[in-house]
């Protein structure tokens, strides 16, 4: 009997598996078994080398899928993504994700089908990458702002957490409308849109309000 997994990688403390479950399921997935790693890097770790995604690897069985929220919980980078979707996919394990309902299956035959499901995944993966080093570089350039401010200026306390500060610049990076990203995150359309309209100042709040 095939099963669906469900494997949730979060690295911060204000993320919850529980919380990525509920939005697969919102989504229509039927999940099976749960299985995450919490408090782990996906930018220095890979899929296999983790505590869960080792223990996923050995569960997974020839037709079974596995639901992630993104790619970008697969790898550590472009490379490294698409490796592991395609040795999923050698393995005939069906590959999903909850934002934009993508599928890859490596039972299609067709050279054509497969042209094309390969390009998509280069692409997607390339994206992830690429959000992956933007949500870096606002980081940067917002600590370094905040360290250019007055120390006895903090401004007003920010209404997000860093987890939803990393989920609003995720799916904008997606083409996710504003109020399905205030909707996902909990957080007021105008949060959401100073956020878009000044990434590096969200980021210089969080700093500011760290200590």
């Known amino acids: 009997m095939s099963m669906t997994f469900f494997y949730a990688r979060v690295s911060t403390t204000d993320q919850t598996a529980a919380h990525q479950r509920i939005q697969a399921e919102k989504a229509g997935f039927t999940i099976n078994e749960v299985v995450a790693d919490e408090g782990v890097s996906g930018v220095s770790t890979k899929l296999a080398d983790r505590p869960g995604g080792s223990r996923l690897l ?14 970008d919980r697969l790898g550590r980078d ?3 993504v698409t490796d592991t979707i395609q040795a999923l996919m050698n393995r005939r394990i069906v590959v999903r994700t909850v934002i934009n309902g993508l599928v890859f299956d490596g039972a299609a035959a ?6 094309v499901r390969d390009a998509l995944i280069s692409f997607m993966a390339a994206t992830a990458q690429a959000q992956a ?8 350039a917002g600590i370094a702002h905040a360290k250019g401010r007055d120390d006895a ?37 105008q949060t959401v849109y100073r956020i878009q309209e000044d990434p590096a100042e969200a980021e210089a709040a969080l700093a500011r ?3």
């Open 209 to 211: 309000w760290s200590a």
């Open 78 to 80: 472009y490379q490294d």
């Open 133 to 140: 080093e933007a949500s870096k570089e606002a980081q940067r």
């Open 58 to 71: 050995g569960k997974l069985r020839e037709g079974d899928t596995l639901v992630v929220r993104w790619v």
């Open 110 to 115: 067709d050279p054509m089908q497969r042209a």
């Open 153 to 189: 200026y903090r401004g007003r306390k920010p209404s997000y957490s860093r987890a939803q500060l990393e989920a609003v610049r995720a799916q904008l990076a997606q083409g996710a409308s504003v109020s399905a990203i205030a909707r996902d995150t909990g957080l007021s359309r």
